[in-house]
């Protein structure tokens, strides 16, 4: 072996060995600020974001959207018609977004099987068909029957919210997605027995009062933004003025999109597969669009079996 060959295998494999460090770092530059910001997204819908230091750091993104406004419309990931092939196909809410023209979604109900071993060894991708856990409508097709500890929360035909606790969404629901624990019931934090209550988490919350809250809190990146507790969440939500809110799919799932003019984008730090900013494919997710003729209703493309 000649001296320059040494030297280029030497070369080869120090670049094998610094890549994954260097696009590592890339995924940590792609992260949103440690800043706070607040501004209106659409009419009717504004975004928040808080760095907080206390008791840990942690990154809290809050969209305000009142429901009244007649350019907002909801929209849940409609489900497979045929639920014995698997209730849904999976997608990441940015794959949601773009399906389907929204202008913000984020996740929504627990799912399953799902399997998380490495970068390359997980389940579901998207596209894969997997099961939703707890009640799902969408456009008035209930896709997976409610299920006993799942409250969920449900939207008639005039944007009305509600977040039943029962698990059971009313005749007439429009759009519907379950969660599993209460955070906040009659304006005050509701404690919970959850094995995770007390770890601090990547959460996702949606919350109901005056206005509807999506609450994002990115999790598992130290010094960026390590979770919060249940109880926190809840106290977070309590102060937005909310009555009741409901827990969601949190974290590696946790994620939060809009579209606006400079295309789709995440607005959180999801964290899958230990990958920040990689979404993992997800069962539905809750999603809002804005009309440009208030009275026209979302057209769905046909769904694909």
Excluded at 4 to 11: E, G, I
Excluded at 122 to 134: A, T
């Amino acid at each position: 072996m000649t001296h320059s060959t040494k030297r280029w295998l030497v070369a080869l494999v120090f670049g094998m060995l610094i890549l994954p460090f260097l696009f590592y770092g890339y995924l940590y530059l792609l992260r949103p600020a440690r800043t706070d910001l607040k501004t209106t997204l659409f009419p009717g819908i504004i975004y928040q974001r808080e760095a907080r230091s206390t008791p840990r750091p942690y990154m809290l993104h809050i969209v305000t959207i009142d429901l009244n406004a007649p350019e907002v419309g909801i929209l849940v990931t409609p489900g497979n018609p045929m639920p014995q092939s698997g209730e849904i196909r999976a997608m990441t809410t940015s794959e949601f977004v773009k399906k389907f023209q929204l202008q913000l979604a984020i996740n929504a109900n627990y799912f399953g099987p799902f399997r998380e071993e490495h970068p390359w060894d997980f389940y579901p991708h998207s596209g894969d068909k997997i099961n939703v856990i707890g009640q799902a409508i969408s456009q008035g097709f209930v896709y997976s029957p409610p299920r006993a500890g799942w409250p969920v929360l449900c939207f008639d035909t005039n944007n009305r919210a509600q977040i039943i606790e029962s698990g059971r969404c009313p005749d007439g629901t429009l759009q519907g997605v379950a969660g599993i624990d209460m955070l906040v019931s009659g304006g005050k934090a509701v404690k919970s027995d959850a094995s995770d209550a007390k770890k601090p988490y990547a959460r996702v919350a949606v919350a109901v009062g005056k206005k509807l809250w999506l609450i994002a809190v990115d999790g598992k990146q130290p010094h960026y933004s390590e979770g919060v507790t249940l109880a926190e969440l809840s106290e977070i939500i309590v102060n937005l003025g909310a009555e009741t809110a409901l827990n969601l799919d949190g974290g590696g799932s946790t994620t939060m999109v809009i579209r606006d003019r400079s295309g789709v984008r995440v607005l959180n730090s999801p964290i899958h597969t230990k990958l920040p900013m990689r979404e993992r494919p997800v069962a539905n997710h809750l999603g809002f669009y804005v009309r440009k003729n208030p009275r026209a209703a979302l057209t769905l493309p046909a769904r694909k079996i």
